[in-house]
Nanobody, 122 residues
Framework: QVQLVESGGGLVQAGDSLRLSCEASGRTFSVQAMGWFRQAPGKEREFVARIGWSWSGSNTHYTDSVKGRFTISRDYAQNTVYLQMNSLKPDDTAVYYC?????????????WGPGTQVTVSS
């Protein structure tokens, strides 16, 4: 089992920045990648960013709508992954979830955090 806890959400104005954190615990040695997802009211959950974990390297991948504005990073020693969000827009308003992926091939995430709310006012 892997436990995930997000923090850092809040209410900001358009153009502001926030940094989300996700602390992992448990069997973190089995994790292949960590991802951030978000779900806005009335919409489906969507992928935001991913970063490799452990021996799989630290390759990153982003959804097009956040490229150039968001940066995912990790502190492997602290079992923490971050999402630096700059130039926030009202469309970024959502609950943001951290997730851990165990399988190196399948695009599925096995463990999820409870989420943290990000609200961007115009």
């Amino acid at each position: 089992q892997v436990q995930l806890v997000e923090s850092g959400g809040g209410l900001v104005q358009a153009g502001d920045s926030l940094r989300l954190s996700c602390e992992a615990s448990g069997r973190t040695f089995s994790v292949q990648a960590m991802g951030w997802f978000r779900q806005a009211p009335g919409k489906e959950r969507e992928f935001v960013a991913r970063i490799g974990w452990s021996w799989s390297g630290s390759n990153t991948h982003y959804t097009d709508s956040v490229k150039g504005r968001f940066t995912i990073s990790r502190d492997y020693a602290q079992n923490t992954v971050y999402l630096q969000m700059n130039s926030l827009k009202p469309d970024d308003t959502a609950v943001y979830y951290c997730a851990a992926k165990l399988d190196p091939i399948l695009d599925q995430y096995d463990f999820w955090g409870p989420g943290t709310q990000v609200t961007v006012s115009s």
